[in-house]
């Protein structure tokens, strides 16, 4: 089946740095990469869209300069959160577009920020 | 319009038990509900899905039931397991838009 690979899986910063995140399909080409946003029992909350080769669509009241996407290929996409501070310490997901309905999701990376 | 309610909050269930989650939604071009599984610490992974095209759907332990005509869709457990102990979510999307709305989660329990 479609595999996301995400990296990395957890990561701690200091305040001030920023974080690359990766998300790569392994087995597929992903047009459409979404990224989601989880703190601790709470739902998912997508924070862009972005396709391949375009500038990503980030959603109301998500901050575009601090959160950097690029989906320079059809199979890899990052998400860089910049200037990190510890309020931006969450769980970060990715998400890629299988076929016409299906949606692939990375195993998640725990950002936390000191 | 673009929310899809779940309840409940949590759930807990003994061994053999059927749990049932309930969603509902308002927007009627939403075409496509998917339940997702996640454990803690890891992403979402996909159950079973659902087109409104058919009224119920069952993959293994798994079953959809779908109400169009009430805009309700429920995910029953069968002889659930203490392994099926997870945060469950509904999810909807409409084709053509590419968004994927998730429900508020459901914190199962399933003690032996």
């Known amino acids: 089946g479609a595999v996301v690979s995400q990296h990395p899986s957890w990561v701690i910063c200091k305040s001030g740095t920023s974080v690359k995140i990766e998300c790569r399909s392994l087995?597929?080409?992903?047009?459409?990469m979404f990224w989601y946003r989880q703190f601790p029992k709470q739902s998912l909350m997508l924070m862009a869209t972005?396709?391949?080769?375009?500038?990503?669509?980030?959603e109301q009241g998500v901050e575009k300069d601090k959160f950097l996407i690029n989906h320079a290929s059809l199979t890899l996409s990052t998400l860089t959160v910049t200037s990190a501070h510890p309020e931006d310490s969450s769980f970060y997901i990715c998400?890629?577009?299988?076929?016409?309905?299906?949606?692939?999701f990375g195993s998640g990376t725990r950002l936390t920020v000191v | 319009q673009q929310q899809v309610k779940q309840s409940p909050q949590s759930l807990i269930v003994q061994k053999g038990g059927i749990p049932i989650i309930n969603c509902a939604y308002e927007?009627?071009?939403?075409?496509?509900f998917p339940w997702y599984q996640q454990f803690p610490g890891k992403g979402p992974a996909l159950l079973i899905a659902?087109?409104?095209?058919?009224s119920e759907k069952k993959e293994g332990r798994f079953t959809i039931s779908f109400n169009k005509s009430a805009k309700q869709f429920s995910l029953h457990i069968m002889d659930s397991q203490p392994g099926d102990s997870a945060t469950y979510f509904c999810?909807?999307?409409?084709?053509?838009?590419?968004?994927?709305?998730f429900g508020t989660g459901t914190r199962l329990q399933v003690f032996p």
């Open positions: 972005s396709n391949e080769g375009s500038k990503a669509t980030y």
């Open positions: 087995d597929f080409q992903a047009t459409t």
């Open positions: 998400s890629a577009r299988v076929g016409s309905y299906g949606y692939t």
């Open positions: 659902i087109r409104p095209d058919v």
């Open positions: 999810a909807a999307s409409m084709g053509n838009t590419d968004k994927l709305i």
């Open positions: 927007n009627t071009a939403f075409d496509y």
